[in-house]
């Protein structure tokens, strides 16, 4: 059975980080392209990051790029996304997804709320 | 950046009825080369993650029911409900993958008439 699981989330001052962290099991980890998607309160969904199967590409939606960083360790079947200076705008669930044809499977995300 | 543009924003449909969904791309997703869309579509119903429908614009994913169907191709492209059940009432989202940054419909907000 597929799994993604993610942790990390949690409330954050404005300015701060987070680290969030998804654990996959059930697919090939290290032969898959994986992405964040994260959907804001009441709104739609909003691609954040993806990284290559190796690792050794990787791309942002502009809005988080210098803040954001996406990595991956296919040794722990994780990925990771380290949140820096954070924003009220940042606040979201946030979902681990395999890029597939389209995102495949996703994680039941985690919640991050940026506020004072 | 490619926009992706549904329309309506909301529907409601009678139960064992057709419901149509539009989506417009601000250009093509026609990858020539292989002659494959890049589209997909998602169902996202309350408090959960969104499910993978539709990819290549038409090719449906294991266990979707066969109700659901997509078609269309370069920048029009439409899912089809073919009789809509209770358990369907969601938003649904088409998703280009063609280019970065991928991107999203606004969402289709489907109800029961």
């Known amino acids: 059975e597929v799994q993604l699981v993610e942790s990390g989330g949690g409330l954050v001052q404005p300015g701060g980080s987070l680290r969030l962290s998804c654990a996959a099991s059930g697919f090939t980890f290290s032969g898959s392209w994986m992405s964040w998607v994260r959907q804001a309160p009441g709104k739609g969904l909003e691609w954040v990051a993806n990284i290559k199967y190796d690792g050794s590409d990787k791309y942002y939606v502009d809005s988080v790029k210098g803040r954001f960083t996406i990595s991956r360790d296919n040794a722990k079947d994780s990925l990771s996304l380290q949140m820096n200076s954070l924003r009220a705008e940042d606040t979201a669930i946030y979902y681990c997804?395999?890029?597939?044809?389209?995102?495949?499977?996703w994680g039941q995300g985690t919640l991050v709320t940026v506020s004072s | 950046d490619i926009v992706m543009t549904q329309s309506p924003d909301s529907l409601a449909v009678s139960l064992g009825e057709r419901a149509t969904i539009n989506c417009k791309s601000s250009?093509?997703?026609?990858?020539?080369?292989?002659?494959?869309?890049?589209l997909a579509w998602y169902q996202q119903k309350s408090r959960q993650p969104p499910k993978l429908l539709i990819y290549w614009a038409s090719t449906r994913e294991s266990g979707v029911p066969d109700r659901f169907s997509g078609s269309g191709s370069g920048t029009d492209f439409t899912l089809t409900i073919s009789s809509l059940q209770a358990e369907d009432v969601a938003v649904y989202y088409c998703?280009?993958?063609?280019?970065?940054?991928?991107?999203f419909g606004q969402g289709t907000r489907l109800e029961i008439k």
């Open positions: 997804a395999r890029a597939q044809f389209g995102f495949d499977y």
């Open positions: 998703q280009q993958y063609y280019s970065t940054p991928i991107t």
């Open positions: 250009q093509s997703v026609l990858y020539t080369s292989n002659n494959k869309n890049f």
